[in-house]
């Protein structure tokens, strides 16, 4: 998925100036090796390339942005490949599952963005709490649903705090919110928290265009806020100028709260008819088809060939020696 992803952002830009990719994830599928290694490979890039994995649950996504932006104001010749790509998987007949989902987002960040431009201030916290983990000893997540809403308001509450205590602008100031969300009703209970905070009257509708992606795709871990923002850029004809507060969270806990202001021309680089297309092509799954792939869904190092059935440009081949093999599709 996060190959395909880039695809789509590289047949468009090009290669030129990228000299790192970063892979945000917590869907690992090696503890040493880096899933945008593979990435790197099946996008054909050129050996003079850094690839990091970046770890810390749903935040993962925000990390490896921040981390991007380091390296363009160090040299603003290169632009960095941020790629976040997830697979929300809970046991079966448990709370969580109905949430589960699956997506990619890939982002070129860049000196002259032509979507948003990234305000220097954000508002950090961190706690460690246990309301969400994945042992390594499992393929599917654990989670403690009520303590995971609870952290999670309690971070965007406290990275709010920390943005305003490092002169960040005020609530009137910004003009849209855009959250990380597993599922869209925790966004709609934070904000909720923070309109009382501050004492500002709240709309749930004000964070409903945010929402239309991620109410398709389900969880999508790192992907998840970067999606609500596509949605947003996608699907709003008004945001010119218009400076938008972004909430990463990611459960442990660490949360950030940045914000940026949308270009001018953004209208002119917008996806929304590819995203519609897109979610259009997906497959719908029989109840049984669903559980025997959920059973079948966890890594394996033993030797496997996987069958042919994805209509993207990229496919798993399956496991040699223990190696673990991708290739294009030609589709």
Not at 54 to 65: I, S
Not at 75 to 99: F, K, N, S
Not at 223 to 242: F, H, K, Q, T, V
Request: negative net charge.
């Amino acid at each position: 998925m996060g190959a395909a992803a880039a695809k789509e952002v590289l047949d468009r830009h090009g290669v030129e100036g990228i000299r790192t990719v970063l892979f945000a994830t917590e869907s690992g599928i090696d503890q040493s090796k880096a899933a945008g290694v593979f990435v790197h490979g099946l996008l054909g890039l050129p050996t003079n390339v850094r690839v990091v994995e970046l770890k810390q649950a749903c935040y993962g996504g925000t990390a490896a942005v921040q981390m991007a932006l380091g390296i363009i104001a160090r040299d603003p010749g290169e632009r960095v490949l941020v790629i976040a790509a997830d697979v929300a998987r809970y046991d079966v007949e448990t709370a969580a599952e109905p949430t589960q989902g699956a997506g990619a987002v890939a982002m070129l960040i860049a000196a002259d963005p032509d979507l948003v431009e990234l305000e220097p201030q954000s508002g950090l916290f961190t706690a460690d709490v246990d309301d969400f983990w994945r042992p390594n000893d499992r393929s599917t997540a654990l989670v403690d649903g009520r303590l995971s809403v609870t952290a999670y308001v309690d971070a965007f509450i406290g990275a709010w705090d920390d943005l305003a205590a490092r002169g960040g602008p005020g609530i009137e100031a910004i003009d849209r919110f855009v959250h990380h969300q597993p599922f869209t009703k925790m966004a709609i209970k934070a904000h909720r928290k923070l309109a009382q905070h501050v004492d500002v009257p709240f709309e749930e509708t004000e964070l409903a265009v945010g929402f239309t992606y991620n109410r398709q795709t389900g969880n999508t871990y790192t992907a998840s806020l970067w999606i609500a923002l596509g949605a947003l850029l996608d699907l709003d004809d008004d945001l010119a100028g218009a400076r938008i507060g972004m909430f990463s969270y990611g459960s442990g806990s660490v949360g950030e709260l940045m914000t940026g202001v949308v270009r001018p021309e953004y209208r002119d680089h917008r996806r929304t008819g590819r995203v519609a297309e897109l979610l259009a092509a997906r497959v719908p799954l029989s109840v049984e088809a669903y559980r025997e792939l959920h059973a079948a869904g966890a890594a394996t190092s033993d030797d496997v060939e996987r069958p042919r059935v994805t209509a993207g440009p990229f496919r798993f081949a399956g496991v040699t020696g223990g190696a673990r093999h991708y290739e294009a599709t030609g589709a």
